[in-house]
């Protein structure tokens, strides 16, 4: 019976160390990325769909919040569309231009839910999350579980360097999920957003994503590109954040993830 129990015993150490052991491989660490974010507090966070892994640069960094700004975008259009606030069939439902003139001379002009995302029209989406209406949005936040899903900014204001917050990790979360069609939207809005998104088709590469910038004081000091790779029938889903004192905004987290996906031959 000691022998038995002893075996018994053995094999659970064997069996919980196995596990273990799985999930250490399950996240890689790569502080050498590091290069790629000179003069940023940066963080990178990949998750690779086949492998089942997790690539992470800067680990703390990426289960910090910051404002979402504009890669709202993605969860603001599918909740307008799944609300009937946007057209289900096709990205042309058209909002009018007030009239307001803008620093970013693409916003001056009426706009359709395909050019509103391409430009990241910021008084498209206050449009229609004012539309959407706040019981609704808390609804789809909460359903959701975006981040803080903290509204109390106000409801055309509260992902604009406001009070919504969500981190790296969570971002990937979702997109992984808007991916998977795991989210609480019809299939054809999830498809729809995803084609709204995609910015290559390059060597049969599809190459998809959303910037955000934040600025504090009339300087750039947050920027987000968020997205996903799909090559050769595997998905790579990606979220960076960048932090800094001035010229930190959406474009430059771009180009440091295209450079890290670069580095890692998945673009």
């Known amino acids: 019976m000691y022998r038995y129990a002893l075996l018994v015993l053995l094999t659970l150490f064997l069996q919980l160390g196995s596990l273990v052991s799985a999930e250490a491989t399950s996240q890689n ?3 050498d990325l590091g290069k790629y974010f000179q003069n940023y507090q940066g963080t990178f966070v990949l998750y690779d769909e086949a492998a089942d892994q997790y690539t992470i640069y800067n680990e703390e960094q990426s289960s910090i919040r910051f404002s979402p700004c504009s890669t709202f975008k993605i969860p603001n259009s599918l909740i307008g569309l799944e609300s009937g ?3 289900k069939e096709n990205e042309r439902t058209l909002l009018k231009w007030s009239g307001k003139q803008y620093s970013i001379s693409a916003w001056n002009q009426d706009h359709t839910l395909a050019t509103a995302m391409a430009n990241s029209v910021v008084w498209y989406y206050q449009e229609v999350a ?7 949005m808390g609804y789809f936040l909460q359903s959701l579980q975006y981040g803080n899903q903290d509204m109390s900014g106000g409801i055309d204001r509260f992902w604009l360097q406001s009070t919504l917050t969500i981190s790296a990790k969570e971002q990937v979360a979702f997109i992984k999920k808007l991916y998977q069609n795991d989210l609480p939207f019809s299939q054809d809005n999830m498809a729809l957003v995803r084609k709204l998104i995609i910015l290559s088709t390059e060597k049969n590469v599809i ?3 959303k910037t955000g910038s ?3 004081d009339s300087k750039l000091v947050l920027g987000w590109f968020v997205g996903c790779v799909e090559k050769d029938g595997h998905r790579y889903f990606f979220a960076t954040n960048i932090t800094g004192s001035d010229e930190a905004f959406g474009a430059r987290a771009k180009e440091i993830s295209q450079q890290i996906l670069t580095e890692l031959a998945i673009l």
């Open 130 to 136: 004012r539309k959407i209406g706040p019981e609704r």
């Open 85 to 87: 606030i946007l057209e």
């Open 214 to 216: 934040a600025m504090e």
């Open 29 to 31: 660490i790569r502080d």
């Open 207 to 209: 190459f998809s994503g």
